[in-house]
């Protein structure tokens, strides 16, 4: 009887220790799983933060590549394409640029949209962006000293219909062009450089003025303003902006 009671008592001793090393376990295999889950996590946000820099250095050095290649690209003088006219009479885009504006401050509707075809071109590899290329120069307001105000403003963008379209803009204030690229904040790659324009202010007197030119794309937004699916209307924006699509008028 005696006997039984101490295998009884040895029995709950040992199933004691049974359950107390499987609740030990448990513990332990929670805490590893806890690890390996914040470990995963950390790796997983980690390669993709990874690949988040690496996509924009990618961007950033294609657009300055961009740019480059923009300031010395060579575009027909009537407007046509150069691989495609007969005789086509070549220039530089920069070149046509300063021309124009060192006749009369304006650049005109065929060098505009000689630059449209550049910049085509230029963003064949990166179909899925629109872009916008905004050139500025010096201007003299009335309170004294000197603000760059814009020339030029290119945008390729969508339209009321979402088709992607050509537009030449004519923003009144640097503001609006502010406000235009905010839109886009969350994707916009934008870089800069310098442009330097010389003007006759008499006919033996050539003034050289500064300017700066901007290059910035972005993801193609909806046309559509449902502000439940977070859509952004870019036909709005580009309105405000002051932007007139093809065909353009001289």
């Known amino acids: 009887m005696h006997s039984q009671k101490n295998k009884k008592k040895k029995r709950n001793i040992l ?54 290649a923009f300031m010395s690209a060579s575009y027909g003088r009537d407007g046509n394409d150069p691989m495609t006219a007969s005789e086509p009479i070549t220039d530089s885009v920069a070149t046509m640029i300063k021309e124009d504006y060192g006749a009369n401050e304006k650049v005109s509707v065929q060098t505009q949209m000689a630059m449209f075809g550049i910049l085509e071109e230029l963003f ?8 916008l290329l905004l050139i500025t120069h010096e201007a003299n307001p009335t309170s004294g000293g000197t603000v760059l105000t814009p020339l030029i403003v290119l945008v390729r ?13 004519n ?3 640097n503001s609006q062009i502010e406000a235009f690229l905010a839109s886009h904040s969350l994707d916009l790659q934008i870089v800069e450089g310098q442009f330097i324009f010389y003007r006759n202010v008499l006919k033996s007197d050539i003034t050289k003025e ?41």
């Open 171 to 173: 923003p009144t204030e």
């Open 210 to 250: 500064g300017g700066q030119i901007f290059l910035a794309s972005w993801v193609s937004l909806y046309n559509e303003g449902n502000e439940e699916k977070g859509k952004i209307s870019e036909a709005d924006l580009l309105t405000n902006l002051g932007c007139s699509p093809q065909p353009f008028s001289p």
């Open 124 to 131: 064949l590899p990166l179909p899925q962006r629109s872009y």
């Open 15 to 68: 199933n004691q220790k049974g359950q107390a090393a499987a609740t030990d376990a448990l513990i332990f295999l929670s805490i590893v799983a806890i690890v390996f889950v914040l470990i995963l996590g950390y790796s997983m946000n980690y390669g993709l933060s990874i690949m988040d820099s690496t996509k924009k250095l990618y961007n950033t050095n294609y657009h300055y590549a961009a740019l480059k």
């Open 157 to 169: 963008g969508v339209d009321e219909d979402g088709i992607n379209k050509d537009f030449i803009c």
